[in-house]
């Protein structure tokens, strides 16, 4: 079956850059999603990526692909404390959003 | 502007009280999901609307259900809540395959 893996923990100092990582199974994905969860709040799109494509920049956002190793990254430049959040890779199977575990960055001043 | 609503954002019910949550969009989106996220998890989902075909995740539980009278509004029911659905639950809508929009969530208490 479908699988999302990430790592769970994350800390960087305000001004690093982070890197969230996330491996997926289903080479069929058309689309692959970063969301940011804030405490007591919903799913937040941050950003997505077209299975073909192998990078997509956004402002501070980069999302990388491979999808050779179904390798997934969002890195953040210049981390701020406002990015502390859980951070969610999700891949389409079927019609079912199939999220990973989440990767809970923590921002140190 | 809030594209999906869900109401209310808190719930506490008793033990075996049935409960209903509520959701509704302005994105005129055919497709709406209801999603269960506990604690520290990831959301898991119970089941979804594609248009009006409804589709159950095989190990939703039967006292899960959902309702969806036209495009914007989406329920769904626990028809006897136990302490182990106090969760959050997350409405989700997509155009197609397309990216979702969550809403805020209901964080729904069993006591």
């Known amino acids: 079956g479908e699988d999302v893996e990430q790592s769970l923990f994350l800390s960087v100092r305000e001004g690093d850059s982070s890197v969230i990582n996330c491996t997926y199974t289903?080479?069929?994905?058309?689309?692959l999603y970063w969301y940011k969860q804030e405490p007591g709040a919903g799913l937040q799109l941050l950003t997505y990526i077209f299975s073909n494509m192998d990078m997509k920049q956004d402002q501070r956002l980069t999302v990388l692909l491979n999808k050779k190793d179904k390798h997934l990254s969002l890195r953040i430049a210049d981390t701020q404390t406002g990015d502390s959040a859980i951070y969610f890779c999700?891949?389409?199977?079927?019609?079912?959003?199939?999220f990973g575990p989440g990767t809970r960055l923590s921002v140190l001043p | 502007d809030a594209m999906v609503i869900q109401n209310p954002r808190y719930q506490v019910t008793q033990f075996g009280k049935p409960v209903t949550l509520s959701c509704s969009q302005t994105?005129?989106?055919?497709?709406m999901y209801w999603y269960q996220q506990k604690s520290s998890q990831a959301p898991k989902l119970l089941f979804h609307?594609?248009?009006?075909?409804?589709?159950n995740e095989a190990d939703t539980p039967d006292n899960f259900q959902s309702r969806r009278p036209n495009t914007s509004f989406c329920f769904l029911d626990i028809r006897s809540p136990g302490l182990g659905d106090t969760a959050m639950y997350l409405c989700?809508?997509?155009?197609?395959?397309?990216?979702?929009?969550f809403g805020q969530g209901t964080r729904l208490t069993v006591v």
């Open positions: 999700a891949e389409v199977y079927g019609q079912n959003f199939v």
């Open positions: 989700a809508t997509s155009r197609g395959s397309a990216e979702a929009f």
């Open positions: 609307y594609y248009d009006k075909d409804f589709n």
């Open positions: 289903d080479s069929s994905s058309t689309y």
């Open positions: 994105l005129n989106h055919n497709v």
